[in-house]
């Protein structure tokens, strides 16, 4: 670790066999400088045997606690073992792990608190679907109004904060579908907040969590989540 930051890259990982040996592969191929650890989520599958099998570092969950218990582990992890920054990507592959590096240059050079690795700045590469920008951007606006900030791709799960927050997120984060109140979070105490461009994948393999049957009640979830987790910290002070 000589010469660089101590950074942990967080990797949750639900029901992703079919993926997570090339997600870890490619993240050490190119920053070997960097520590990681995949944190399986309960996962049905053969996920925890191919870590196991792969030595690689991993933390096993006895139940599923969801994408955000999954990640606030991490956090843990990362607060308890003395990191200075930590970056989650998601297990499925859709993360193009190239771009991390002008991520944590915002972080080192003091520009940013917290990176979120937005396919909405220059429009490249996957964008999902039609329905779904619609809710991000629905979302995105409503984050802008209850904050002041705006985070175009605020449900992105490629994001990168710095030793204090590491210590907010440890202590304090969003159980379900987390990363659009978590922003809420972030701005409420005083996090300097920054999109950095990148390119996003299509998942390959497996299936997202939000189907289109839950689109709807994510929506009405995160938009109430939203909302309550300002007051609270309105009402707080």
Known sequence: MENH??????????????????????????????????VNDGSQDATKEICLKNHFHVLNLPVNMG???AVQTGYCYARDNGYDMAVQ??????HDVTFLKGMIDLIESGQADVVIGSRFV????????????????????????????????????FRLVNKRFIRIFAEDY????????????????????KEYPVVMKERENGESSITLKRSVYYMIKVTLAMLIRRLSFGFRR
């Open 89 to 94: 990507i998601d297990g499925d592959g859709q």
């Open 174 to 193: 969003p159980a379900d579908y987390p990363e659009p109140e978590a922003m809420i979070i972030a701005s409420v105490h005083g996090g300097r907040i």
């Open 5 to 38: 930051a101590k950074c942990l890259i967080i990797i949750p990982a639900y029901n992703e066999a079919e993926s997570i040996a090339k997600v870890v592969n490619d993240l050490t191929d190119h920053y070997p400088q960097y520590d990681y650890v995949v």
């Open 122 to 157: 220059r429009r490249e590469g996957f964008q999902s679907s039609r329905l779904r920008r619609l809710g991000i951007g629905f979302l995105s606006v409503l984050g802008w109004l209850l904050t002041g900030v705006k985070v175009r791709d605020i449900t992105s799960g």
């Open 67 to 69: 994408i955000g218990g």
